[in-house]
């Protein structure tokens, strides 16, 4: 099965501080993303990334900034973290999501305080 | 962009009890995906359905497609406390291979 590890389960920041959520993925696939979920509001796409250093935005990416330097890892920045960005992070992998789904990440839980 | 819209938004149930979930979409699509989360955790795919079908069954989960009314229903039968969990569908806008999720209907099986 595949697997999609994300480095911390929960983590408590300080407004301004630079974060790093980490994903990584174990099944050789292109498509990798992250997501932020917010009740009421559902996953929302921050970026995602269809190969080695390349990156698209998604719906929301302001305030945040990938980085893909190898195929099996998928890193989301927080350049200065703010309230606002306390919500759940989740990473997924796909080979071709609209044929064979997402598989996701546990989530990580991010506090901006 | 599309995102497909999930009903009811929750959902309370005795166990051994059925369980039907409703998506609709507005455009035209390729597939249509549904998804379960358990509270605080990812999510996890439980079926894809094509456009050209019209049901689909994996164990007690059985999918339905009807792209005139553009529409899935999602059904558990016989369910568990287990199947307690929010479900998901997530659905792409024809020529974008980036499905995109509804807010999700949130399950409650009573033991």
């Known amino acids: 099965d595949v697997k999609v590890t994300q480095s911390s389960r929960y983590l408590v920041k300080r407004t301004g501080e630079k974060v790093f959520l980490e994903c990584v993925q174990d099944m050789d696939h292109e498509n990798m993303f992250w997501y932020r979920q917010d009740p009421g509001l559902g996953l929302r796409l921050i970026y995602f990334?269809?190969?080695?250093?390349?990156?698209e935005k998604g719906d929301i990416p302001e305030g945040y900034s990938v980085s893909r330097e190898k195929k099996e890892r998928f890193s989301l920045i927080l350049e200065s973290a703010s309230t606002n960005q306390t919500s759940m992070y989740l990473c997924?992998?796909?080979?071709?999501?609209?044929?064979?789904?997402?598989?996701f990440g546990s989530g990580t839980r991010l506090t901006v305080v | 962009s599309q995102q497909g819209e999930e009903d009811p938004q929750a959902l309370s149930i005795q166990e051994g009890e059925n369980a039907t979930m409703n998506c609709s979409y507005k455009?035209?699509?390729?597939?249509l995906q549904w998804y379960r989360q358990n509270s605080g955790r990812g999510l996890v795919h439980l079926i894809l359905?094509?456009?050209?079908?019209r049901e689909k069954h994996s164990g007690r989960l059985r999918v339905t497609l009807d792209t005139s009314k553009k529409s899935s229903s999602l059904l558990i039968t016989a369910s568990r406390a287990a199947d307690t969990a929010s479900y998901f569908c997530?659905?792409?806008?024809?020529?974008?291979?980036?499905?995109?999720f509804g807010r999700g209907t949130s399950l409650i099986v009573h033991p």
């Open positions: 455009t035209s699509i390729n597939n």
């Open positions: 990334s269809y190969d080695v250093k390349m990156k």
């Open positions: 997530a659905t792409d806008e024809g020529g974008s291979y980036i499905p995109t």
């Open positions: 359905i094509r456009s050209n079908e």
């Open positions: 997924a992998s796909s080979l071709m999501p609209e044929d064979y789904g997402y598989t």
